[in-house]
């Protein structure tokens, strides 16, 4: 079992940057599958980046593919999203999940444990 606990969202224009940060407490943490998921008014929540912390294999969703980069600090037990070039309609709660093992679909389903959220929004 893992805690999961994000930080870094805020207001941000658009063009603007942004780091969120995602602590993982617990056992193993190196044998979990992460993921970034993100959760707009009127819309499901998606997931959109992936990354096992033992070999940092990584996938993204095709709209952020280029823009948003995860990546994780194993002596820190964290995980981060750096996001660049940031838009409007990037605006949603941003959370972390976990799941045992390597990663699979990005799906909410999929993942096991999550984090309370943090809240970005990109707006002029």
């Known amino acids: 079992q893992v805690h999961l606990a994000e930080s870094g969202g805020g207001s941000v224009r658009p063009g603007g940057s942004l780091r969120l940060s995602c602590v993982v407490s617990g056992y193993a943490v190196r044998r979990y599958c992460m993921g970034w998921f993100r959760h707009a008014p009127g819309k499901e929540r998606e997931g959109f980046a992936t990354?096992?912390?033992?070999?940092?294999?990584?996938t993204y969703a095709d709209d952020v593919k280029g823009r948003f980069t995860i990546s994780q600090d194993n002596a820190k037990s964290t995980l981060y999203l750096q996001m660049n070039s940031l838009k409007p309609e990037d605006t949603a709660m941003y959370y972390c999940?976990?799941?045992?093992?390597?990663?699979?679909?990005?799906?909410?389903?999929?993942?096991?444990?999550w984090g309370q959220g943090t809240q970005v929004t990109v707006s002029s």
């Open positions: 990354i096992f912390m033992d070999d940092t294999t990584r």
């Open positions: 999940a976990a799941v045992w093992g390597r990663c699979g679909p990005r799906r909410e389903s999929y993942f096991s444990y």
